[in-house]
């Protein structure tokens, strides 16, 4: 089999944006509210858990590293406060700050929810797997070094700003082992499964099931053998 003359190579950048978007579309869902980041990545040396809230994730399979996503404060709490209330809570029962175990668990789960619509991606569109572990929340109140145990041999790490509806800030920081995926073949990108339509596809499919046959009229024959237990 041949390769194209001009194989399409999904590098480093490719990775950290599909990560991005992972988090903004999840966010954005979870908090109904407008989250966006930087058109601008930063090249970083080292990555770092920084107050107010730092949070970890590492994966390994296809290809292995480390995401970390440091909040502010006040950052953390416009989030934690907008899916709260989205998911129906009165504001008079939401945590009062940001130490609060309750949104340390909450923002665990979303960014649990992050990384997977991350892996799900990887799955369908580079055909490879990789699997997450579950992500640590942490409340800090200084800088912690943290380095990745996974093997990198040439570990790259890329930073990108992200700002809530209020413009309150927070980074995400990706640090993979250089890599790339090079198309050899065309294919097409298996979609992501809509939980509604296969429900209604399940649905329309019992309403297609043909009814059972009604039941014929025995026969004087039938009856007499019927009548004798046969």
């Not at 609060?100 to 991606?121: A, H, R, Y």
């Not at 929340?137 to 990745?148: D, F, G, Q, R």
């Not at 990198?152 to 995400?172: C, K, M, W």
Request: net charge negative; hydrophobic share 40%; aromatic share 8%.
């Amino acid at each position: 089999m041949s390769t194209q003359k001009n194989p399409v190579v999904y590098g480093t950048e490719d990775l950290l944006v599909s990560l991005c978007n992972s988090v903004t579309r999840v966010l954005n869902v979870a908090t109904q509210t407008q989250i966006s980041y930087s058109g601008m990545v930063q090249r970083i040396s080292k990555t770092c858990l920084k107050p107010d809230i730092g949070c970890f994730v590492l994966f390994d399979g296809g290809f292995s590293g480390l995401v970390i996503i440091n909040f502010s404060g006040a950052a953390a709490m416009e989030i934690y406060e907008s899916y709260m209330l989205n998911m129906g809570m009165s504001k008079s029962d939401l945590a009062s700050s940001f130490t609060s175990d309750e949104v340390s668990n909450v923002m665990g789960e979303l960014m649990n929810q992050v990384v997977g619509d991350f892996t799900g991606k990887v799955r369908r569109e580079l055909q490879t797997h990789i699997t997450q572990n579950q992500p640590k929340m942490l409340a800090l109140n200084k800088e912690v070094l943290l380095s990745v145990d996974a093997n990198l041999d040439q570990p790259e790490a890329r930073r990108v700003t992200f700002y809530t509806g209020s413009n309150h800030i927070f980074y995400l920081e990706l640090a993979i082992d250089r890599t790339e995926f090079i198309k050899l073949y065309d294919f097409e990108p298996q979609d992501v499964p809509n939980p509604d339509e296969l429900i209604a596809q399940a649905h329309g499919a019992g309403a297609a099931a043909p009814a059972p046959a009604a039941a014929q009229p025995l026969s004087e024959t039938d009856e007499l053998l019927k009548s004798l237990g046969m």
